[in-house]
Each structure stands twice: as structure tokens, then as C-alpha cells.
Nanobody
Framework: VQLQASGGGLVQAGESLRLSCAISGRSLNKYTLGWFRQAPGKDREFVAA????????YYSDSVQGRFTISRDNAENTLYLQMNSLKPEDTAVYFC???????????????????????WGQGTQVTVSS
């Protein structure tokens, strides 16, 4: 599985941005796709995830209600719509794919970096105050 993230940029606080992640390589029906972010000097942290086949979504508390994760099955593209951006959202954003051998409902962890097998290269999001 290959992932290519794009759409990052510089915005002001309160504005919106949409990230895209183009995915290729194999069928995604047994994968969970997620977004993570990493600010300078900090660990990579979970943002949101979606079970590709079922559409079930899971969000971190810090973005719940502001960010929306979605996918386009036909285009094999993952999105992250980010509204009401804050300076603390500034980070490099990564898309990732994790294989669910037993199916998405048996996934042990949605927000653990170790639960994802493939990673994109990251796209920078900077929110100015």
C-alpha cells in the first residue's frame, strides 16, 4: 500500500483546510485508514480514523466536532476536513493504513501508531494566531 498526503498549507486561526491522501497498491476493504500528526519536539499523535469498508469513524478528543474524516471508495482517496483550526493544530499530518486481519470491528486500537502498517510522507499544516 502506498499513500501520498497533500493539501497542507498556512492558514489563520478559525479557517479551514482539507487534506487528501491518495492510496494505491491493493484493495482497502480490510484496512482502517487514519490521520496522525506530529508537532516539533512531540510524539506522533492520533487524529482520526475510518474503517474503509464500513465507514465507522473514530476521533481524538482534541479534534472531535471540528475535523471530519471521510473516504472516496471509487477514487481510493482519504480526506480530512479541518474546520475552526487552532494554532495548536500546527503539525505535520500523516495518513496511514492498518490491516485488519479479522475485520475492523476486532481492531484492538484505533489510536496507536503501532496499529498501522503503512505511512504516507506527511504534509505540513501551519495555523497562525
Amino acid at each position: 500500500v502506498q499513500l501520498q498526503a497533500s493539501g497542507g498549507g498556512l492558514v489563520q486561526a478559525g479557517e479551514s483546510l482539507r487534506l487528501s491522501c491518495a492510496i494505491s497498491g491493493r484493495s482497502l476493504n480490510k484496512y482502517t485508514l487514519g490521520w496522525f500528526r506530529q508537532a516539533p519536539g512531540k510524539d506522533r499523535e492520533f487524529v482520526a480514523a475510518v474503517a474503509w469498508s464500513a465507514g465507522y469513524r473514530y476521533y481524538s478528543d482534541s479534534v472531535q466536532g471540528r475535523f471530519t474524516i471521510s473516504r472516496d471508495n471509487a477514487e481510493n482517496t482519504l480526506y480530512l476536513q479541518m474546520n475552526s483550526l487552532k494554532p495548536e493544530d500546527t503539525a505535520v499530518y500523516f495518513c496511514a493504513a492498518g490491516y485488519d486481519i479479522l475485520g475492523w470491528s476486532f481492531r484492538a486500537s484505533w489510536d496507536d501508531v503501532g496499529g498501522y502498517d503503512y505511512w504516507g510522507q506527511g504534509t505540513q499544516v501551519t495555523v497562525s494566531s
